[in-house]
């Protein structure tokens, strides 16, 4: 059965909506599900309708939205924990988030089709959650674009209830950062603004303690005090004239961390010991070894890769794959 969904400049859409996370995704599987008829908010064909977010579409309210008290930042009104959280509609994507309201309310049956991990999973999910859908939920498991991966996951849809929990991984999160985050950071700037000084202090849940460790860092390079060490590499050559190097090992005694030897007089004494002597070899070992050729760029090593070679800072790189992803998809 075919729902109609009317729409003033909008034709109807069907009763199974795939939500996807980002526009070119959702235009990469609405072509292999042949739903072609375009909208300004979804494509749709053959009782399918596949719609995308913008990344999230909800965020978390701000403290202030949940009471007159907030607005003033004190330590008497901390911790601010809500009773009831709160998701608000970005201001930038209403129109879209009010298009997939109205496709949600007329489907009986949605696709999460938004990335395959935890974040994808919330960003669907909290959409389905605010906008109170009851219907059948599955769950298009996908890992890439290509033609052949999209046929197969759409082949082997999970069950909704199989990925839930990573919604829920996600919502706590998601609601553990606002919680140190709103909370440390009014009472950490309230604080510092009783002694005189002036200005934000932020602290996050991953931020501060990600600070914390380049701050550490920098102190260990600040400190460093370079210490001279002794390698002791002896040539060698066989019986039928085939030559070959070996490396004194030190004692863990004179060694640091690395293994290498910080005393001079103890491998000065060893070099003695051994020069022009015999060494015997008591035993050797064989391995044969498979190296896999390089896998493609994932977008981590390629935002290090252009920063060391062409200064390229990590959302450059990211807004120039996007970009050039979304040209060459259309």
């Known amino acids: 059965m075919l729902t109609v969904l009317h729409v003033t400049g909008e034709t109807m859409a069907g009763d199974t909506v795939y939500l996807c996370e980002k526009p070119s995704q959702a235009r990469d599987i609405a072509r292999i599900l042949g739903a072609t008829n375009k909208t300004k908010h979804y494509l749709f064909g053959g009782g399918i309708t596949v719609t995308w977010c913008f990344g999230h579409l909800l965020e978390m309210a701000s ?16 911790p601010i924990i809500p009773d009831q959280w709160r998701l608000d509609v970005r201001p930038k994507v209403k129109a879209q988030y009010s298009a997939i309201e109205r496709l949600l309310g007329q489907a009986g049956h949605v696709v999460v089709a938004t990335d395959a991990d935890r974040e994808g999973e919330m960003i669907a999910r909290e959409i389905l959650d605010r906008c109170g859908f009851r ?17 197969t996951a759409l082949r ?3 069950d909704g209830a199989e990925t839930e929990a990573l919604y829920y991984a996600g919502l706590g999160r998601a609601r553990a950062d606002w919680l140190v985050g709103m909370n ?3 009472a950490y700037t309230t604080m510092a ?6 200005r934000l202090l932020p602290v996050g849940r991953v931020q501060t303690p990600t600070l914390r460790l380049v701050v550490d860092r920098d102190h ?16 060698l050559a066989t019986d039928d004239g085939a030559a070959l190097t070996a490396q004194w090992q030190p004692p863990a005694d004179i060694a640091d961390a690395q293994g290498r030897c910080l005393n001079q007089p103890s491998a000065q004494t060893v070099a003695q010991q051994i020069s022009g002597t015999t060494a015997r070899i008591h035993a050797t070992e064989t391995k044969r070894e498979r190296v896999s050729p390089p896998l493609p760029y994932d977008l981590g090593t390629l935002q290090q890769d252009a920063g060391q070679a062409v200064d390229m800072g ?7 794959v996007q970009s050039l992803y979304e040209t060459t998809r259309r």
């Open 156 to 158: 082997q849809l999970k």
């Open 135 to 151: 219907g059948r939920v599955s769950r298009l498991w996908l890992s890439a674009l290509d033609d052949a991966s999209i046929r």
């Open 193 to 198: 603004r009783s002694q005189g000084h002036d």
């Open 220 to 235: 260990e390079i600040a400190a460093f005090r370079p210490v001279p060490y002794w390698d002791l590499v002896a040539h």
């Open 63 to 78: 403290p202030d939205q949940y009471g007159e008290q907030y607005k003033r930042w004190s330590l008497e009104t901390l």
């Open 314 to 320: 990590a959302q450059a790189v990211l807004d120039t």
């Open 184 to 186: 440390l950071t009014r």
